[in-house]
C-alpha cells in the first residue's frame, strides 16, 4: 500500500482523495480542520488529522510519524504558508510546488513581472506600484477600464474590477492606495472584456500536460448576477474545449502556461511541481492571462479529475520524478457539469449550523463534500460552499440534467445556480465573444 498524505478538507481535495482511491492500492492520511464526510469515507486504511492546513509544526510530526510516500497540497494557503517547503526537509516529495514558486498565486505582482519579462504573450497593459507616485497618473491612462489586484493571498476578495466592484477612478484610487498600505504593493492593469476559461495544466518543472478546459461561474446568482464567490459552478466539453473556443484559444492558452513554466525556472532555479491553473480570457483578437493560481480549482478540480482515465498516483509520481515528458495523460471524452449547492445567505451572511438533507441521487451523480459538519445524526452547514453536485454525460446538456438532479435533491435553507450548464447561458457566452470577433 502507498501512504499519501492529503492537505486540505473542501470538495476539491474529496475530488483529489476519490481519484486517488481509484487508482487502487492507497491510503490517504488528510490534514484539515474538520471531517471531511467524503474523504473520512476514502481514506482506506489511513488516519485523519484534525488540525488547520496551515498548521506546519503539526503537519511535520504527522509526517514524520506516517512516513508517506508523497504528499499533495490542495489549497493555496498551506502552498504560500510553506508546507511543501517543510515537507521537502522531512524527506517528503510532493505533487504541488514549493513556496517561491507558488508566488505565481501568492503574487500578483510577480507574476506580471515574469511574463513581462520572459517576453510572454497575455499581459495586460499593467504597472507594479510600491508607492503611490505615477498612481493616479497611471489610472488616467487605463481610462476608466481597470483591474486593482491586492497582493498576496485574499481568498478571492483581493481583485476588484472596474464596472462591476469600483466604480470611476475616485474608487479605484482609494483601493489602490488600501492596498498600499496594506501590503506595500499593488498592481493595476487594464480591464479585458471576453469570456473567461480556465486552463489547468500539470507539470513536473520542465513540461506541462493541459487539462480539459473548464468554465466557472464566480458569481453567486443566476445571469452571472450578484456577489462574487469561490465558484458556483462548472462545465466542460467532452472535447475537451468549450463552446465559445476555437482551437487557437486553447492552444494559445497552453502556449502561454508552457512558457510560464519555464521562464518560472530560469527566474527561480526550482522546479514548479503541480497544477498550473490559468485564468484566461478569450477576447476579441485571442487569449489573455488574468492571473494564475498554483493549484487545482475548485470547483473545477471535480471536471477534470472526474473524467481522468490514467491513474491519478502514477501522474503525481510523474510530477514528482519530472517524467510528465514519457507519459499519456488521458480524459475521458465526456463533458461534465458542477453544481454547488451553498447556504442561503452567501457569500455574505450564509446560514450556519443548520440541518441538510441530501435525498437519493440519480445513478452517475456524484457529490463531493466542502463546507458540512457531519454529525451523528445528519450533516449540518457550515458556513461556506456546502456540496458540489457533478454530472458527467456525452454531452453538456446531459451532464446538466445529472448535475441539477443532484442539487435538487438537498433540502434546507440552500441555493444553487439553476443556469449552470445550460443552453441558454451557453449561447449567451457564445453570442457575445462572436460579437466581439466580428
Ligand atoms: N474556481 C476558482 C478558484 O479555484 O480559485
Known amino acids: 500500500m502507498k501512504k499519501i498524505l492529503l492537505i486540505g478538507n ?43 492546513v496551515c498548521d506546519v509544526e503539526a503537519v511535520r510530526e504527522f509526517a514524520a510519524r506516517i512516513r508517506p510516500d508523497f504528499a499533495v497540497v490542495g489549497p493555496e ?11 521537502a526537509e522531512v524527506g517528503v516529495k510532493t505533487a504541488s510546488p514549493l513556496q517561491t514558486v507558488g508566488r505565481l498565486e501568492s503574487s500578483k505582482a510577480f507574476t506580471r513581472d515574469l511574463v513581462a519579462k520572459y517576453g510572454i504573450p497575455g499581459n495586460p497593459k499593467f504597472k507594479v506600484f510600491h508607492d503611490e ?24 476578495k483581493g481583485v476588484k474590477v472596474s464596472g462591476e466592484h469600483l466604480h470611476g477612478r475616485e474608487e479605484g484610487l482609494a483601493y489602490a492606495k ?30 506541462t500536460v493541459e487539462m480539459p478546459c473548464v468554465q466557472d461561474h464566480k458569481r453567486a446568482y443566476e445571469g452571472d448576477k450578484g456577489p462574487n464567490t469561490g465558484g458556483m459552478g462548472t462545465y466542460s466539453d467532452a472535447n475537451h474545449s468549450l463552446p465559445f473556443l476555437r482551437a487557437s484559444d486553447v492552444a494559445e492558452a497552453a502556449d502561454i502556461t508552457r512558457k510560464v513554466a519555464a521562464a518560472l525556472l530560469k527566474e527561480t532555479g526550482c522546479e514548479f511541481k503541480g497544477v498550473m491553473y490559468g485564468g484566461f480570457i478569450a477576447v476579441r483578437d485571442g487569449v489573455r492571462l488574468i492571473e ?41 471524452n465526456k463533458a461534465t457539469v458542477c453544481k454547488y449547492v451553498v447556504p442561503e445567505g452567501y457569500p455574505d451572511n450564509a446560514v450556519k449550523g443548520v ?15 466542502s463546507s458540512v459538519d457531519a454529525r451523528e445524526d445528519g450533516l449540518y452547514l457550515a458556513g461556506s ?39 441558454g447561458l451557453i449561447q449567451q457566452k457564445i453570442a457575445m465573444l462572436k460579437g466581439l470577433r466580428n
Open 292 to 332: 494564475y493560481n498554483a493549484r487545482f480549482g475548485d470547483p473545477e478540480a471535480m471536471n477534470v479529475l472526474s473524467i481522468l482515465k490514467t491513474n491519478f498516483v502514477d501522474v503525481c509520481e510523474a510530477i514528482i520524478r519530472g517524467e510528465l515528458a514519457g507519459m499519456k495523460v488521458e480524459f475521458e
Open 133 to 156: 507616485n505615477g498612481l493616479s497618473d497611471f489610472f488616467d491612462v487605463l481610462g476608466g477600464e481597470y483591474v486593482v489586484k491586492a497582493d498576496g493571498l485574499k481568498g478571492g
Open 385 to 423: 460552499r456546502a456540496v458540489a453536485m457533478v454530472g458527467m454525460g456525452s454531452t453538456i446538456a446531459a451532464a446538466e440534467k445529472l448535475a441539477e438532479a443532484g442539487a435538487a435533491a438537498v433540502t434546507g435553507p440552500v441555493f444553487y445556480r439553476k443556469d449552470v450548464g445550460t443552453a
Open 178 to 207: 488600501e492596498c498600499l498600505a496594506d501590503s506595500g504593493r499593488v498592481v493595476i492593469e487594464e480591464k479585458f472584456v471576453g469570456q473567461e476559461f480556465s486552463l489547468m495544466s500539470f507539470c513536473d518543472g520542465r513540461h
Open 77 to 87: 494557503a498551506p502552498i504560500a504558508a510553506g508546507m511543501v517547503d517543510m515537507l
Open 355 to 369: 440541518k441538510i438533507e441530501i435525498g437519493a441521487l440519480p445513478e452517475g451523480v456524484r457529490a463531493y463534500f
Open 10 to 52: 473542501g470538495a476539491r481535495e474529496h475530488a483529489i482523495a476519490e481519484a486517488l482511491q481509484r487508482a487502487g492500492g492507497v491510503e490517504i492520511f488528510a490534514v484539515g480542520k474538520t471531517k471531511n464526510p467524503g474523504i473520512f469515507g476514502l481514506l482506506g486504511g489511513g488516519e485523519y488529522l484534525l488540525k488547520d
